[in-house]
């Protein structure tokens, strides 16, 4: 006895798969397009930067060498806390950041309040003006404040000095200790905290024309003074740039490598070592990888506890 034939399977509209294959063809319609632009960009990012990371931190749990490497887990780490070179680097690093970065601030903040009542063409001379420094070569600014620093006669700062009968002073090789740090490290701060701070007077000054004017109008009829409107309106108001400034200028600290690499080679010894010097000095000039990235990783979990640290603190929801 013959069986009948079976019946053509069919699939159900309502099916998890059909409805799936529906939203993925739906959002392919609607954002495809969009995502073929980023593609490059995204696989830019995967191969040179992400790929990098990922690779860089797997290195810093291994010895690494050119035809092997050996895995020492938490070696790497646990040497960088007993070592006294890494200890002066984190320091330095530390004084440099904690007084270049109050200063950046409150110059930014202070420059863009003064431009601001400026006429419009007088404003927009000043802000370019002030931009400048972002532009204008790293390397070429610490040159400059290398001569101008130097311990030699024609120094512009000893030259000075020996007009008044004073020097010459060895500002970027003197190691002695001066107020916690040393004679050299504060040359490199100065000559950090005497560059104009360019993106912060750049963006207090545009953050300032979205203030409304009504509000200093009112302090002034209560008998507000520049210096109480100042304290009292314009601080309070620009919290949010205040922390978005803070947070830029305290990664570039965390980072400076430049100035020290062209004005003092992180000397005299270790005097001027900062942590990203000491990440260079480690892993180029020694080729110690493994150890140059658990040095780099370190910096980055210092970085983001203090941003954390500054988003919470200065955070706020102004509207006006």
Known sequence: MSRPPAAPMTVSANTPITRVARRVRRFWRDNGAGYLFVLPSLLFFLIFIFLPLGWSFLLSFQEFGFRDSTWVGLDNYLGLIRDPIFHQAAFNTVIYSVSTVAVWVLVSMVLATLIHPLPTRLRTFFR?????????????????????????????????LSLFGAGPVSFISDPSPFLGANVALWSVILSSVLTIPAVGVVLYSAALAGIPRDLYEAAETEGAGALAKFRYITVPLLKPITLYVTIIYTIAAFEVFERVYVMTGGGPGY??????????????????????SAQAFLLFAVIATISVLQFRALRSDVEY
């Open 128 to 160: 370019a003006a002030y931009y400048l420094p972002a532009v204008t070569s790293a390397v070429f600014i610490a040159l400059v404040w290398k001569w101008i620093l130097n311990a030699n006669p024609w120094g512009l700062a000893n030259h000075v």
């Open 271 to 292: 005097a001027t070592h900062t942590i990203v010097y000491l990440i260079w000095r480690t892993g180029f000039r020694f080729s110690d990888y493994g150890v140059a």
